[in-house]
């Protein structure tokens, strides 16, 4: 059974920065695209951040400049540097990895606010 972990949501003001941090585990096989997705209340889900294997990243456009994705292959980890945090960047952030399906980690809260 494959899992995603996320971890480093928090409460930050605005300007603020968070990073955050996933795991996988199970049985993965090869990892293709790792990322981030996010969900504010009331709307849809929206890709935040995707990483391929080769570590090309793919940025929401309101996010460019502010957010840096990274990846560890050995380590089967992804994360999200957020930096000039921005009230409407408050959402659930959850972590996305593609192998041999698509997979989604529990979810973890974002909130920025003075």
């Known amino acids: 059974q494959v899992q995603l972990v996320e971890s480093g949501g928090g409460l930050v003001p605005p300007g603020g920065s968070l990073r955050l941090s996933c795991v996988a585990s199970?049985?993965?096989?090869?990892?293709?695209?790792m990322g981030w997705f996010r969900q504010a209340p009331g709307k849809q889900r929206e890709m935040v951040d995707l990483i391929t294997r080769a570590g090309v990243p793919n940025y929401l456009d309101s996010v460019k400049g502010r957010f840096t994705i990274s990846r560890d292959n050995a380590k089967n980890k992804v994360y999200l540097q957020m930096n000039s945090l921005k009230p409407e960047d408050t959402a659930v952030y959850y972590c996305?990895?593609?192998?041999?399906?698509?997979?989604w980690g529990q979810g973890t809260q974002v909130t920025v606010s003075s």
């Open positions: 199970g049985d993965i096989g090869t990892v293709y695209t």
């Open positions: 996305n990895m593609y192998s041999s399906e698509i997979y």
